[in-house]
């Protein structure tokens, strides 16, 4: 009987041991996703950055020389004063930084500091260990 209960207490040790070796392989997993995860959107971030700035550099020039061009075409063609050109000019203006405003803001909110997939995967990982857990012991 004693052989039994030896063998029992052996084969417990080698499931204890091998559910703490799948135990940090997961968490060594989950780590190697939080960062690559992290990784990707920190990439993002600097896209974005890169984005911003050339968007800015290009379009702030163009649209000075575009302004510029628009002014005079509407006091030569239209015969308007030059101050009712620069107006209307202001005015278009307004509209498309409005809808660039609004793209850079939905890019922004779709940017995620914390690795959001991580943090879900591991709290269902932890709920099905503790379901293993429960249903071990009924």
Known sequence: MEQTSS???LGLMALVQSLLADL???????LRLAVD????ELGRLVRIGIAIAGLVVLGLTLVVLLAFTAVAALHEAG???????????AAALGVGATGVGLYAKGQITRFR????????TLKEDTLWIKEQIVS???
């Not at 940090?24 to 989950?30: E, F, I, N, R």
């Not at 995860?37 to 990707?40: I, T, Y």
């Open 7 to 9: 063998r029992h207490n």
């Open 79 to 89: 015969g308007l004063p030059v101050w009712t050109s620069s107006l209307i000019v």
């Open 37 to 40: 995860e992290v990784q990707l």
């Open 24 to 30: 940090k392989l997961l968490a060594t997993q989950q």
């Open 136 to 138: 071990r012991k009924t």
């Open 113 to 120: 500091p914390y690795p959001v997939r991580s943090f879900f």
